[in-house]
T-cell receptor, first 114, second 110 residues
Framework: EPEVTQTPSHQVTQMGQEVILRCVPISNHLYFYWYRQILGQKVEFLVSFYNNEISEKSEIFDDQFSVERPDGSNFTLKIRSTKLEDSAMYFC????????????FGSGTRLTVV | RKEVEQDPGPFNVPEGATVAFNCTYSNSASQSFFWYRQDCRKEPKLLMSVYSSGNEDGRFTAQLNRASQYISLLIRDSKLSDSATYLCGVTTDSWGKLQFGAGTQVVVTP
């Protein structure tokens, strides 16, 4: 079964450092997403990406966040200057045609900011 | 008012019993509805889409009530492996922004 792959599975970084979280969506999917889940809280939408541009972003997705699809297979989330409150599980997801078909999530990257 | 609301539970269910729970959504323009299952510290996994006419997948039955703006999930003949958090997901447009509720925890006991 096709899957969404995320690396690394766990990243520890110092406050103020930049991190890049990587995702390889399912190959024939066209819509890509990032979500985060702070421990004990709900899964929150960050950003959706279609046709090489952001289609929607949440209030959480401020100037310190950026996304990129650099080479047609990878989909990255960059956090420029990490804060303690960025510690969370970050999930990448992809969908074949639109969100109305449901997503497939990757297994996530646990980001710990110290 | 939260856009997608769920009873957090936990729903403690004896093995073999039936459990049902709802999810309410606030936006009447919501288009698509889903149930996801999330195990502890794992990714959400799509359990089933929810269609207007209701749909069933094995022991799982989902219903949509647009008039009252809620969806429901019923699990029959509960198994120990059904213990998880069940997330309700709702979209309002085709671009995506699947909004999740906080989840309903189900604990199936022997």
């Amino acid at each position: 079964e096709p899957e969404v792959t995320q690396t690394p599975s766990h990243q520890v970084t110092q406050m103020g450092q930049e991190v890049i979280l990587r995702c390889v969506p399912i190959s024939n999917h066209l819509y890509f997403y990032w979500y985060r889940q702070i421990l004990g809280q709900k899964v929150e939408f960050l950003v959706s990406f279609y046709n090489n541009e952001i289609s929607e972003k949440s209030e959480i997705f401020d100037d310190q966040f950026s996304v990129e699809r650099p080479d047609g297979s990878n989909f990255t989330l960059k956090i420029r200057s990490t804060k303690l409150e960025d510690s969370a599980m970050y999930f990448c997801a992809s969908s074949p045609l639109s969100a109305n078909y449901g997503y497939t999530f990757g297994s996530g990257t646990r980001l710990t900011v110290v | 008012r939260k856009e997608v609301e769920q009873d957090p539970g936990p729903f403690n269910v004896p093995e073999g019993a039936t459990v049902a729970f709802n999810c309410t959504y606030s936006n009447s323009a919501s288009q698509s509805f889903f149930w996801y299952r999330q195990d502890c510290r794992k990714e959400p996994k799509l359990l089933m889409s929810v269609y207007s006419s209701g749909n069933e997948d094995g022991r799982f039955t989902a219903q949509l009530n647009r008039a009252s703006q809620y969806i429901s999930l019923l699990i029959r003949d509960s198994k120990l492996s059904d213990s998880a958090t069940y997330l309700c997901g709702v979209t309002t447009d085709s671009w995506g922004k699947l909004q999740f509720g906080a989840g309903t925890q189900v604990v199936v006991t022997p």
